[in-house]
């Protein structure tokens, strides 16, 4: 894949997880358009965090894909995503924080998605 396509899979990863989040929204009432500017927001932090794993772990080489891009760093990446889910804040700073958090697990999690259909797929370990 391409820095490209981890960027719209990023995208519409972090554009979903903000959507649904704002969707299912408990506590602090915001109106309709601050949970607009937040899915909007969550679109452009995701298109940049889809390439996250290429950063930490770049693409010099075919056996690139180490720790940074292995099912155990995705699995713990999902148990991440899952505890600020359900993470409630009160402060609209923290909102904020909740929203990024799940747009950049979101969009991390989707490019190790789309490297596992690869012929290469992802280590379960690698190293670290």
């Given at each position: 894949?391409?820095?490209?396509?981890?960027?719209?899979?990023?995208?519409?990863?972090?554009?979903?997880?903000?959507?649904?989040?704002?969707?299912?929204?408990t506590g602090?009432?915001?109106?309709?358009?601050?949970?607009?500017?937040?899915?909007?927001?969550?679109c452009?932090?995701?298109a940049?965090?889809?390439?996250?794993?290429?950063?930490?772990?770049?693409?010099c080489?075919?056996?690139?894909?180490?720790?940074?891009?292995s099912v155990?760093?995705?699995?713990?990446?999902?148990?991440?995503?899952?505890?600020?889910?359900?993470?409630?804040?009160?402060?609209?700073?923290?909102?904020?924080?909740?929203?990024?958090?799940?747009?950049?697990?979101?969009?991390?999690l989707?490019?190790?998605?789309?490297?596992?259909?690869?012929?290469?797929?992802?280590?379960?370990?690698?190293?670290?």
């Open positions: 894949m391409n820095r490209r396509a981890h960027a719209v899979g990023g995208a519409i990863a972090a554009t979903l997880a903000a959507y649904l989040d704002e969707c299912e929204a602090t009432a915001v109106s309709a358009d601050e949970a607009w500017a937040r899915v909007c927001a969550a452009g932090f995701g940049l965090c889809g390439s996250l794993p290429d950063l930490l772990e770049p693409a080489h075919p056996n690139h894909r180490q720790f940074f891009h155990t760093c995705g699995l713990l990446l999902a148990v991440g995503i899952r505890r600020v889910s359900t993470w409630n804040p009160e402060e609209r700073w923290e909102q904020w924080v909740r929203i990024a958090a799940l747009a950049a697990g979101s969009a991390y989707i490019h190790l998605i789309m490297d596992a259909t690869t012929p290469k797929s992802l280590p379960v370990l690698g190293r670290l």
